[in-house]
């Protein structure tokens, strides 16, 4: 009687350890990393060298705008916000100059947005 109680019990062990074939994940827990959509390197066009002081890169995804916040040497934007943009960089001695259209997509997962890198390269007036 005692074997067939164990022989029961692991029967319903498998049988519910198994998958239930319903053609349904899990969803993917997403992390509280913040990841920025844009990257942006300002450099000279001349020199090549990175233009960090005084420079406004400004991003536009149709009605929406962000001025780009200035990280180590790198300006950033679009945190977390996929769209389609349209890059501005300004700087005063230097002819305006846009960029685009720079495409900003979710990762697989729909969790976070993949980074797009983008330079761009002032003349000098």
Not at 72 to 83: I, K, L, M, S, Y
Not at 94 to 106: C, D, I, R, S
């Amino acid at each position: 009687m005692k074997k067939l109680l164990v022989l029961f019990f692991v029967a319903i062990c498998f049988a519910c350890s198994g998958d239930d074939d319903t053609g349904t994940e899990e969803p993917v827990p997403c992390t509280e990393e913040f990841v920025y959509g844009l990257s942006v390197q300002v450099r000279d066009a001349a020199t090549g060298a990175i233009i960090s002081g005084g420079v406004t890169v400004v991003a536009q995804d149709g009605t929406y705008t962000e001025t780009l916040d200035f990280m180590f040497d790198t300006h950033v934007g679009a945190g977390e916000r996929p769209g389609v943009y349209t890059l501005t960089a300004s700087k005063e001695g230097f002819v305006t100059k846009m960029a685009g259209p720079v495409t900003v997509e979710l990762t697989e997962d729909m969790c976070h947005v993949i980074t797009e890198s983008v330079t761009i390269k002032l003349e000098a007036n």
